[in-house]
C-alpha cells in the first residue's frame, strides 16, 4: 500500500512538472523581437547580454513588415506586411493604388513560418486574440474592414466594415472587446469580439491617428495632428480625460511600478515621461534615446524600458528609476516594433 502511495505522489510530480515545463518561454533566455521594416527581418535580442542572437529573415520581398506581436502562449509571432512603407505620408497610402496587405505567423522560437495570409489592402498591424484562436488585422483604406482568421489553419472567419482609416488593433485585458482608431473621424471604436461588431463609437479628439493598451484599465489614444492624448476608460467604455502635449505623441506605454506614462514624441530622438499629481499628468522628464523614437515597452518588473529608434536602426536599454540610459543594440533597417518574452 506504501508503495502504491509512493508512485501516485511520483506520477503527480511527473505531470506537475510538465505542466510547469510548458508554461515557460521557448526561449532558454528572456528575449526582444524586433520587426525590421526596411530589411525583411526579425531580430531576437538575448535581453541578459543585451545583444542581437539571431536573426529571422522574412519571406516578403517587396513589403514592409509594420509591427509585431507575441501570441498568449509564446509560442508564435506575428507581423503584419503590407505593400506600403507607414513611414511615408498618410496620402501616399491612398495614392498606392492596387497595394495588398498581409500576415505572417512564425514559430517564436525558430522562425518558422506556419501561416502567409493576404489580406486585399495595407494593413497597419496583425494580432493575436486573448484566447489564441484567433488572428485579427484591419485595412487601412477609406472603408476600412476587419479581417479575423483561425490562429491554428488561416481560414478566414469573419469580415466586417470598419469605417475610414483603421489602424492599430488593441484588445482589452479581459478580451471582450477589441479597439481601433479611425483616423478620418473623431472617434475610436469599441468592437464586441465575440459577436464580431462594433460595439461602440468613442468620441475622441479628431483625427486620433492610434490606440495603445495601458494594461492598466486604461486605452490611451495617440492623436498627432492635435498633439493630445485621449484616455477611455476600457471597461466603462467612456472618454474621462485628454492630455495636451508640446509635440507630435507616438506610442504610448503606462509604467505600473512607478505609476508613469510614457510617451514617444513622433519625429524626435525623445521620450517624454509624465507622473500623476493632483490628479493630472504633469511633464517629470524626457529622456534621450535615438532618431526617430517609434515604440515603448517595459520588462515584467517595470524596471526597464526598451525603446525603439527607427531612424538609428537600435534599440535603446534605460534604466526607469533614474531615466537614464544604459545602453544602444544595433537591430536590423527600419525597426517599427517590438515584443518581450521574458
Known amino acids: 500500500m506504501r ?10 510530480l511527473i505531470s506537475c512538472e510538465k505542466k510547469f515545463i510548458h508554461i515557460k518561454r521557448r526561449n532558454k533566455f528572456p528575449v526582444a523581437y524586433v520587426v525590421n521594416g526596411g530589411n525583411n527581418s526579425i531580430s531576437v535580442i538575448d535581453l541578459r547580454a543585451l545583444n542581437v542572437k539571431k536573426t529571422f529573415q522574412l519571406p516578403v520581398k517587396g513589403r514592409f513588415p509594420h509591427h509585431i506581436a507575441l501570441s498568449p502562449d509564446r509560442k508564435k509571432l506575428i507581423v503584419a506586411v503590407p505593400e506600403f512603407d507607414f513611414v511615408q505620408s498618410h496620402d501616399l497610402l491612398h495614392q498606392s493604388m492596387g497595394k495588398k496587405g498581409g500576415v505572417i505567423s512564425l514559430d517564436s522560437e525558430n522562425g518558422k513560418i506556419l501561416l502567409n495570409l493576404s489580406l486585399p489592402k495595407p494593413n497597419f498591424n496583425a494580432v493575436f486574440s486573448n484566447d489564441n484562436a484567433e488572428i485579427w488585422s484591419a485595412a487601412t483604406t477609406h472603408s476600412g474592414q476587419m479581417y479575423v482568421f483561425d490562429a491554428k489553419t488561416g481560414t478566414q472567419k469573419a469580415v466586417f466594415s470598419l ?13 471582450y472587446h477589441a479597439f481601433v482608431a479611425l483616423e478620418e473621424s473623431s472617434f475610436i471604436l469599441a468592437i464586441d469580439t465575440q459577436l464580431k461588431q462594433i460595439k461602440k463609437y468613442i468620441k475622441v479628439d479628431p483625427f486620433p491617428t492610434n490606440v495603445w493598451t495601458g ?34 505623441p507616438g506610442q504610448i506605454a503606462f509604467n505600473r511600478s512607478l505609476n508613469e506614462l510614457w510617451i514617444c514624441q513622433a519625429g524626435e530622438n525623445k521620450v517624454a515621461c509624465f507622473e500623476r499629481k493632483n490628479n493630472t499628468w504633469v511633464l517629470k522628464t524626457a529622456i534621450t534615446t535615438g532618431k526617430e ?10 524596471k526597464t524600458a526598451y525603446i525603439v529608434n527607427q531612424g538609428e536602426n537600435t534599440i535603446s536599454v534605460i534604466n526607469v528609476t533614474k531615466h537614464q540610459k544604459i545602453a544602444d543594440i544595433q537591430v536590423g533597417k527600419s525597426p517599427n516594433g517590438i515584443v518581450l518574452s521574458e
Do not use: W
Open 3 to 12: 508503495l502504491t502511495c509512493y508512485f501516485c505522489l511520483f506520477l503527480i
Open 163 to 175: 469605417g475610414a482609416d483603421p489602424t492599430e488593433i488593441i484588445f482589452s485585458k479581459n478580451g
Open 215 to 248: 494594461n492598466d484599465g486604461n486605452i490611451y489614444v495617440e492623436n498627432k495632428n492635435l498633439k493630445t492624448i485621449s484616455i477611455v476608460n476600457e471597461t466603462t467604455l467612456e472618454t474621462y480625460e485628454f492630455l495636451d502635449l508640446s509635440f507630435k
Open 293 to 302: 523614437t517609434c515604440a515603448i515597452k517595459f520588462s515584467k518588473d517595470g
